[in-house]
Nanobody, 126 residues
Framework: QVQLVESGGGSVQAGGSLRLSCAASGVFFTGSNCMGWFRQAPGKEREGVATIARSHGSTSYADSAKGRFTISLDSAKNTVYLQMNSLKPGDTAVYYC??????????????????WGQGTRVNVSS
């Protein structure tokens, strides 16, 4: 059984930091080679934030996340992290961890990630 459990969300003021965690179980038996963080703000579509390749650790970031967010993978703990610094009100959203098989480079296309966590809410106030 595949399980992705996010934690670490909360409320912070603009300029603050949060670290999201995603504990994964069963995922690695599915052949998933990519892990990612996505977010969905009220009234908006789900969008990719960052992805990481399990085998070699290659990362990709959305333009909105570059320079502020860092995705990392602790293979021993089967946990993916998203360190978020310099948070802005525009980062307010529910953040989801996801896993899937992407051919070649990890993408940020939600449809290519069949496994999802329940989400953790991040609220950034000005």
């Amino acid at each position: 059984q595949v399980q992705l459990v996010e934690s670490g969300g909360g409320s912070v003021q603009a300029g603050g930091s949060l670290r999201l965690s995603c504990a994964a179980s069963g995922v690695f038996f599915t052949g998933s080679n990519c892990m990612g963080w996505f977010r969905q703000a009220p009234g908006k579509e789900r969008e990719g934030v960052a992805t990481i390749a399990r085998s070699h650790g290659s990362t990709s970031y959305a333009d909105s996340a570059k320079g502020r967010f860092t995705i990392s993978l602790d293979s021993a703990k089967n946990t993916v992290y998203l360190q978020m610094n310099s948070l802005k009100p525009g980062d307010t959203a529910v953040y989801y961890c996801a896993a899937g098989y992407n051919h070649g480079r990890c993408t940020m296309i939600p449809d290519l990630f069949p496994y999802w966590g329940q989400g953790t809410r991040v609220n950034v106030s000005s």
